[in-house]
């Protein structure tokens, strides 16, 4: 009822995934960043190709092909700014001095070229860009407004330990004086000679 033609590509549905984590990530105006994706193959293969893309339509950014007998590839340039290295199963893309045009997302395509030509693309990591003085400008807005929270609140518990001291004692410290009487004359108050 099957043919064998129908039989084996059906047999060789999810021989490759290509998963990428995390799904986000940020880097500030020239850092530096490596993205990774892993690739799981449920066969044996004799050539693989592993590309990194961005947003979908720009062209491959990184390439290399593969042989499951050679070592983990030292970091392969792609460009003064990309390079690309592979310790199986793990794939790392590395973007040198990040500017602000390499904000998007970056796709991980693997292609099983031997035996049988199979393609799969990671999900994707999303990456942004952030400006240097963005992150300390955050951090300074923060660290102002804390300073002034706890001047205002060292200022408030001044004031309030302020008038506390100032009802108590007008109560307290002048009780036994009696205040003085209107009509006398002023030589009864006066001490003795």
């Not at 059906?10 to 995934?17: H, I, K, S, T």
């Not at 693989?48 to 340039?77: F, I, M, Q, S, Y």
Request: overall charge positive; charged content about 15%; aromatic content about 4%.
């Amino acid at each position: 009822m099957w043919g064998l033609g129908v039989l084996i590509p059906l047999l060789g549905v999810g021989a490759l995934r290509v998963s990428q984590d995390p799904g986000e990530v940020r880097v500030t105006v020239g850092g530096g960043v490596a993205l990774g994706c892993r690739v799981l193959v449920a066969e044996p293969w004799d050539l693989l190709r592993l590309e990194w893309v961005k947003d979908v339509g720009h062209g491959v950014l990184c390439a290399v092909r593969l042989h499951p007998t050679a070592a983990p590839a030292l970091p392969v340039p792609c460009t003064p700014r990309l390079s690309l290295a592979w310790h199986p199963p793990r794939a790392t893309l590395s973007l040198h001095q990040a500017r602000g045009d390499d904000a998007g997302r970056y796709l991980c395509r693997v292609t099983l070229e031997i035996p049988r030509h199979s393609t799969a693309t990671g999900n994707g990591t999303l990456l942004s860009i952030s400006t240097a003085d963005g992150g300390h400008q955050a951090g300074l807005t923060w660290g102002l407004a804390v300073a002034l929270g706890g001047t205002a609140l060292l200022l408030g518990l001044a004031l309030l330990g302020h008038w506390r001291w100032r009802r108590n004692s007008d109560a307290g410290i002048y009780l036994n004086v009696l205040p003085p009487r209107r009509g006398l004359p002023r030589s009864c108050c006066e001490p003795p000679r």
